[in-house]
């Protein structure tokens, strides 16, 4: 639904260029809850505001729902940024203007008729959880809910697609998670396409599908949220990933595992999705004549499914751990991988 072909933008400044988006090829579908990541100065904000062309591009193209933004005259984009909402880490609302005012205003600019603007508003204030403050000011509300207007106003006229730039940067940890669950939710509701920017994995962790990671102007990685955090393949995602998941000490600590369990089979058990969330270990010890022990883990929730690794010891008769085995690697999506075996 979202197109990027050979997208680029160079900044040219007194003494020299800057290649900040350097040809950048991507698709985005529609409905998805797609995250770009990437450490400082990697591109990200520059990426997101050639969408809306809040950047000229120095090339390439975009196309949105067959539109391509990038050769649409100044009236057209005008009209057609109603489609494209956007949100910022610091909210850019109108300090002079009440919750109620802010929101209208996109409204306004799109000349819809006052009974139709208050009633749309009202709408808006209910569906971000706002409804009280509609007569406060920005200076009188709290980051969380400033960010609830920004959101409002975004969403005043019907976007097919919400641009998150560093949304929740600015938010406590708390305060980012209710503005997560906020935007997943739309995203339900109302089908929309987010395109969110952070430098935050937990964010990517908890509210997004897709990820593309982002080096100096280049996607370097990208693909389903639970495949990239389960087989990093770049160094930058690697160390995004451990931001998450916590270095990979617990491989350190596998000779340790081995040599306290004198007996029994030795197990790393990788949980990619909903697996996680079933009762896998009781339903084996109960299923198999087999004692199974938990000897270390970790099980990390995400958007769809849970993700992480545990270390199990199995004893037992060697065939009846084995049909165990067998019965995790064929009946279920963890994947097995046997770090000692029965001697
Ligand atoms: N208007 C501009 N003029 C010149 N250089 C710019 C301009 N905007 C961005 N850049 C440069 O382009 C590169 C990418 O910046 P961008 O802000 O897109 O990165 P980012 O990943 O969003 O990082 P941050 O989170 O720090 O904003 C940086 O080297 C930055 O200095």
């Known amino acids: 639904m979202i197109s990027i072909k050979g ?25 998805d809850i797609f995250g770009v990541i990437g450490y400082s100065g990697a591109g990200k904000s520059t990426f997101v505001r050639l969408l809306n062309r809040l950047e000229e591009p120095s090339g390439g193209s975009v196309v949105i729902d067959d539109q391509e933004i990038t050769s649409l005259t100044a009236n057209q984009l005008r009209v057609t940024r109603q489609e494209i909402g956007m949100i910022f880490q610091h909210f850019n609302l109108l300090w002079s203007r009440t919750v109620k005012d ?3 205003f996109p409204l306004e600019i799109a000349g819809v008729p006052k009974r139709e603007r208050d009633k749309r508003v009202l709408e808006l204030i209910k569906l971000v959880g706002l409804a009280g403050r509609e007569n406060a000011y920005p200076s009188q509300l709290s980051g969380g809910q400033k960010q ?8 005043a006229n019907k976007p097919k697609v919400l641009l998150c730039d560093e949304a929740t940067s600015a938010l406590d940890p708390e305060t980012t998670n209710a503005i997560l669950d906020l935007l997943v939710d739309i995203n339900e509701r109302l089908g929309l396409t987010i395109i969110l920017i952070t430098h935050e994995m937990h964010v990517i962790r908890k509210i997004c599908r897709q990820v593309a990671v982002m080096e100096e102007g280049k996607i370097v990685e990208q693909g389903d949220v639970l495949d990239v955090f389960l087989r990093p393949k770049q160094q ?13 000490d ?17 197990m790393r058990l990788h949980f990619v999705g909903e697996t996680a969330n079933q009762a896998l270990i009781s339903h084996i010890a109960k299923t198999f004549q087999i004692d199974i022990n938990i000897l ?29 085995v067998t019965y995790i690697a064929d009946e279920t999506s963890v994947e097995v991988e046997v770090v000692r075996d029965v001697e």
């Open 296 to 324: 270390q883990g970790k099980i990390s929730q995400m958007q769809h499914g849970a993700y992480g690794t545990l270390f199990v010891q199995i004893d037992g008769q060697a065939d009846e751990i084995n049909r165990a």
């Open 236 to 248: 930058v995602t690697k160390k995004f990933v451990e931001q998450v998941m916590g270095t990979n």
């Open 102 to 104: 802010n929101i209208a």
């Open 7 to 31: 997208l680029s933008k160079i900044f040219t400044t007194a003494n020299n260029q800057i290649t900040a988006v350097d040809d950048l090829t991507l698709d985005i579908q529609e409905g």
């Open 250 to 266: 617990e491989d350190n600590g596998v000779e340790q595992l081995i040599s306290t369990y004198a007996n029994g089979k030795i």
């Open 148 to 155: 609830r207007v920004g959101i409002a106003r975004a969403l």
